[in-house]
């Protein structure tokens, strides 16, 4: 085998590393072998103390780690992560008989930066966010196939819209294991949800909001709850099967819509109604209609950037939600851009508030579940975060 490239600090760079911190910047490297994109390297500081192993990819973050410790990275190696991956998930209690669907690798949350990995019901989509995992895929599918068993039923490689533009180009979605083509139907929580990774956004689901979708359910009984941005309609059928008066979800997405619809039949939900349209021009006639409003759009931010624009972005469409619904209501509102932390978040909404004109409470304060794990040494992994608000 060929040894492994090596990476050399500069003085004083290796602080991160061993706080665990698993990025090093292409301004703290001192001496590099010539490396190729996607290589495996070992980092040491300036001192040659060992840091770590990690992904090497020419850019500003030129090394990912994955493994803190001097390892082999071979097929134990890869089946170790994954295996500890699902393992913490069924000790958690994520994995059960209600609920067959988790994202099982969240990137550096589960020490594989460049590598999302979603289950559902025994099918995985595979996302490759580099070069070094989209060339591991083999590796990888072996140490799923050693985990699952013959619970394995297929893997869909959905890395063409995740990889950086360069490889994205000579890469197909394709299965890369078994045979999809038919709809899966999940269950989270006993709510049942149509998948369809091939057709839909990211990877088929919004996993992240199984616990927020949850919590809904406590507030929907005998209200009229519109859920914005609604996609496939996860909140609503949440919301229907807890005795909701009405539920409306609002996409711009018609083929969102059309599922929300399929997904509402599939629960036999009767009061559910799918409109797909802007949420901004949807609720401009909306006043006290609706009790219960749940605000979940995409990132508006993707990067720094564009931070002030998204700033802008959610106070006017938290300013119109508030503005709308009835006194006593309950707005559930999110964020899912990582580049605008929980306080600017919740000061984004108490303008909103200020702007509408309306006094609010906090009920609760939300955040993404333990499937996508935030590790303390890495708080970049930190991107959803919410609010519940009562409404006066
Ligand atoms: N709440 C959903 C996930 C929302 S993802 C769930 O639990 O599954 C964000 C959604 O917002 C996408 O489906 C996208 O189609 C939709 N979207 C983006 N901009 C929109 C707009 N201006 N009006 C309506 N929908 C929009």
């Known amino acids: ?26 301004g703290a490297i001192k ?4 490396l190729q994109d996607g290589e495996l390297v070992e980092v040491f500081s300036a001192k040659q103390q060992f840091l770590g192993v990690g992904h090497y990819s020419n850019a ?40 067959n669907v988790c994202r099982l690798i969240f990137g550096e949350g589960d020490g594989l930066p460049g590598l999302i990995i979603d289950y559902y019901a025994g099918h ?34 959905k890395s063409s819209e995740t ?6 180009q000579g890469v197909k979605n394709q299965y890369l294991l078994g045979q999809g083509g038919e709809r899966v139907v999940v269950k ?11 057709n839909g956004q990211k990877t088929g689901f919004f996993v992240d909001q199984r616990e927020n979708r ?29 005795g909701a008066t009405l539920v409306h979800s609002v996409d711009s997405s018609a083929p969102a819509i059309e599922l929300s619809r399929q997904n509402a039949d599939l629960n036999k939900i009767k009061n559910h109604e799918g409109y797909d349209e802007d949420v901004f021009d949807f609720l401009k006639d909306k006043d006290n209609v609706y009790d219960v409003i749940v605000l979940d759009p995409p990132a508006f931010a993707k990067s720094r950037d564009v931070k002030h624009n998204a700033v802008k972005g959610y106070i006017k469409l938290n300013a119109l939600a508030l503005r709308k619904i009835k006194p006593g209501g309950i707005l559930f509102t999110f964020s899912c851009s990582g580049v605008i932390d929980k306080m600017l978040f919740y000061n984004s909404v108490a303008a909103a ?36 608000l009562w409404v006066e």
């Open 1 to 26: 085998m060929k040894p492994v490239a090596k990476i050399i600090l500069h003085n004083g760079k290796e602080h991160s590393l061993l706080r665990f911190h698993p990025w090093v910047f292409s």
């Open 214 to 242: 949850s919590l809904l359910s406590k507030y929907s009984k005998g209200k009229k709850v519109l859920n914005t941005f609604s996609y496939t309609g996860g909140f609503s059928v949440y919301a229907a099967l807890a």
């Open 188 to 198: 989270e929580n006993n709510c049942e949800f149509i998948i369809d990774w091939e």
């Open 353 to 388: 508030a200020i702007e509408a004109g309306r006094n609010v409470k906090v009920v609760h304060y939300l955040c993404q579940p333990a499937d996508h794990p935030v590790i303390p040494f890495f708080p970049e992994g930190e991107y959803l975060k919410g609010m519940v």
């Open 163 to 168: 990889l950086p533009k360069q490889y994205a």
């Open 60 to 99: 500003s973050i030129s090394v990912r780690i994955i493994s803190f410790k001097q390892v082999e990275i071979n097929d134990d190696f890869w089946f170790n992560k994954i295996n500890k991956a699902y393992e913490y998930r069924k000790n958690l209690g994520i994995l059960n008989e209600s609920t």
């Open 124 to 157: 995985i989509v595979f996302q490759a966010h580099s070069i070094a995992m989209h060339l591991n895929r083999e590796a990888l599918i072996k140490a799923l196939q050693k985990t699952f068993g013959d619970g394995l039923k297929s893997v869909y490689d």
């Open 31 to 34: 001496i590099k072998d010539d």
